[in-house]
């Protein structure tokens, strides 16, 4: 479904100073991190994450210039994204994040234009060129229904900009937190799959690390398709007889492996555990982190975890928006399925497709169930 090889390696030749004005990390030795690390976020195509750093501080870096690999993809003139967006006029301004903004824009003929999402990138934005090279060239050489397609990009001066297609229904995040008509079980279930599958995708046949599992980089077709977004934190998995690649933490608080954040080695396994966050709300219309909460109950592993696979206290963690319009057997099924993937030993955590089987099975039993 689509093309699988290590393109990381070929954008990462060389080294120039940091864009605009943050510093990161690209490789770096566990031993040598300090003991205060700051924890980068990364925001989606339509909406806003939380921002929050571990302990305070920064390693000080620089970051790779590369090249754009893909001939596949267009490359868009600033004025050609000007007038798509109507001089990226605030009437056109579908979501806003730490990289910048994201515009709703039509490109092509007016008999036959496609309509599109233009994401711009702010100069001293959270993302930097580093980052929009690494979502151009995984999303210029991966191909996947279950990935969000990139038409073209702009990188005209110091403007980067990123062209997608229109996902008209958003993210996953916003159904689950924002609109007033809830997602049905069913629905619930399809999003999941297909996200699986797209992570799948990534972990098992492209041995790459997506590092920014969240439902807000879930974005839904008119039908309810799910389509994962925002590469920018991509990265190839290891390689040979390593278990893992060491490198900056980077991530959105409540989703990143604890294993991950403590000591900076990173494996497809941190991706199951974000995966299972995700799963997580999605049974229990609970956001990953919320400070509007109190104590236990602001971080949703940290609440959720004791109740798991105990079909006594399902009630309790099930979605109150559901109003009890969900299969008690599949609830628990999931439970226990999050459960596993957000186990502490990372080892122990399922692979993506494995995981990917057990949601199958699920949409399975749903099906019959619709059907009878």
């Keep these: ?15 120039n100073p940091t864009y605009a004005s943050r510093t990161i990390t690209s490789r770096t030795d566990p031993s040598s991190l300090p003991s205060t690390l700051t924890y980068s976020i990364s925001s989606n195509l339509y909406s806003t994450s939380y921002n929050g750093t571990i302990a305070g501080g920064a390693l000080p870096t620089r970051e790779p210039e ?35 903004y994201v515009y709703k824009g039509w490109i092509g003929e ?6 599109v999402a233009v994401k711009k990138l702010k100069p001293d934005g959270i993302q930097g060129h580093n980052e929009w090279l690494t979502e151009v060239n995984c999303l210029g ?4 229904p279950n990935l969000v397609k990139l038409i073209g990009y702009c990188s005209e001066g110091d403007n980067r900009l990123l062209v997608y ?10 159904h689950l937190n924002r609109r007033a008509e809830p997602l049905s079980w069913q629905t619930r279930i399809k999003v999941a799959v297909q996200a699986a599958r797209g992570l799948s995708y990534l972990n098992d046949e492209c041995k790459i690390i997506y590092r920014d599992v969240k439902s807000s980089n879930i974005l839904l077709d008119l039908e309810f398709n799910a389509k994962l977004s925002d590469f920018g934190l991509a990265k190839d998995g290891p390689t040979g007889d390593d278990t893992h690649v060491s490198t900056r933490i980077v991530g959105t608080y409540g989703y990143a492996a604890p294993e991950y954040i403590a000591t900076g080695r990173l494996s497809v396994k941190a991706d199951v555990y974000s995966f299972g966050v995700v799963l997580l709300e999605i049974l229990t219309g609970r956001r990953a982190f919320d400070r509007a909460r109190v104590g236990a109950e602001q971080k ?10 105990n079909k ?15 299969p008690k057997k599949g609830a628990l099924e999931l439970s226990l399925l999050a459960q596993q993937c957000i186990g502490e030993d990372a080892k122990k955590r399922p692979a993506m497709f494995e995981v990917l089987a057990s949601l199958e099975k699920l949409q399975d039993g749903v099906k019959q169930m619709s059907s009878s």
């Design 1 to 15: 479904m689509g093309n699988c090889f290590n393109w990381f390696s070929r954008a990462d030749t060389t080294q």
């Design 66 to 100: 590369g090249e754009i690999l893909s001939s596949n993809l267009k490359d868009f003139s600033l004025n050609d994204l000007k007038n798509a967006t109507k001089n990226f006029r605030s009437d056109s301004l579908i979501g806003e994040g730490g990289f910048g």
């Design 110 to 115: 007016p008999s036959s234009s496609m309509v």
């Design 141 to 144: 050489q991966l191909h996947h």
């Design 165 to 174: 297609e229109y996902m008209p229904k958003g993210s996953l995040d916003n």
């Design 300 to 309: 949703l592993v940290d609440w959720a975890r004791p109740q798991l696979g």
């Design 312 to 326: 006594h206290k399902l009630r309790r963690i099930a979605d109150p928006k559901l109003d009890g319009e969900y």
